[in-house]
């Protein structure tokens, strides 16, 4: 079992920028993040593999966040540039074994975090 604790949520102005944190109680190959918006399901976002040669990343953040982790801290990072209110939602952290691309499927989740773009 690996246990993800999320930090860095909040509320921004359209345009501004937050980064996220996601601490792992230990090492796991894969690691990401989804979001999920009032009203609508749980959406991929972004992923990386260990090494971090691979990531991929939705079509709607491509450009505007980056995803990055240091092994040595068992953490990934998201950084998110030019938010906007369509990027408002509970942010949640996964972890797994198999890296599919924005196909990815988590074995572990945390708990979420907030992040509102306000207007």
């Known amino acids: 079992q690996v246990q993800l604790v999320e930090s860095g949520g909040g509320s921004v102005q359209a345009g501004g920028s937050l980064r996220l944190s996601c601490a792992a109680s230990?090492?796991?190959?894969?690691m990401g993040w989804f979001r999920q918006a009032p009203g609508r399901e749980r959406e991929f976002v972004a992923t990386?593999?260990?090494?971090?040669?691979?990531?991929a990343y939705a079509d709607s953040v491509k450009g505007r966040f980056t995803i990055s982790r240091d092994n040595d801290k068992n953490t990934v990072y998201l950084q998110m540039n030019s938010l906007n209110p369509e990027d408002t939602a509970i942010y949640y952290c996964?972890?797994?074994?198999?890296?599919?691309?924005?196909?990815?499927?988590?074995?572990?989740w945390g708990q979420g975090t907030q992040v509102t773009g306000s207007s």
């Open positions: 996964a972890a797994g074994s198999h890296y599919r691309g924005r196909y990815y499927s988590p074995d572990y």
């Open positions: 230990s090492s796991t190959y894969v």
């Open positions: 990386i593999n260990w090494s971090s040669s691979s990531t």
